[in-house]
């Protein structure tokens, strides 16, 4: 199904996920969906790798965290930060690398105190490759690290490329 995109969150300097000068980084761009969920768009490459051509499944796990992590800012005027308390991966094919894949993540739960989701990694033709559920404690930025969005390069940037409806 084809669904609009609604925004596009900010990326950084240099986290692993979305850093967009980490030479080992992903490089991921986040789309928000006007069905609510967050769509991170990626292309693995041969760094990411565990076994030959397959995604490391820590990484696998990691994008999973990163966009249903992401996927509260929707819901919220104020930027809102999770930090994760648990993480479940269920890997259901491998995942290839040089092929670009997309991360699905929406908000299943939210208390004043926490909120959880689930997601999943789809491959190239539409297959689940793994899904995740995550629950996080909101949390201030400052709670969590010392950031300085300016230092971090925390932005939106827009490319040529950006979609303006994302295939799910």
């Known amino acids: 199904m084809l669904h609009q995109v609604t925004g596009k969150q900010q990326n950084s300097k240099m986290c692993l996920v979305c850093g967009l000068k980490n030479p080992f980084g992903l490089k991921g761009s986040f789309y928000e969906l006007e069905n609510k969920e967050l769509v991170c768009i990626f292309t693995p490459s ?38 994760t308390v648990e993480f479940t991966t269920k890997f259901k094919k491998p995942v290839p ?15 004043s ?6 997601g999943e990694i789809l491959l190239p033709d539409g297959d689940v490759a793994a899904t995740g559920y995550g629950k996080y404690v909101k949390m201030p930025l400052e709670k969590i690290a010392d950031f300085d969005a300016t230092g971090q390069e925390w932005k939106i940037v827009h490319t040529e490329g950006d979609p303006k409806a994302i295939e799910l």
């Open 113 to 118: 105190r926490f909120f959880e989701g689930t």
């Open 97 to 111: 690398i040089d092929q670009e894949l997309r991360v699905v993540g929406r908000i299943t739960s939210d208390t």
């Open 46 to 83: 041969e760094m990411h790798q565990s076994y030959p051509g397959r995604l490391h499944g820590g990484i696998t796990t990691a994008l999973l965290d990163e966009t249903i992590g992401r996927a509260i800012m929707i819901q919220y005027e104020e930027m809102m930060w999770g930090v």
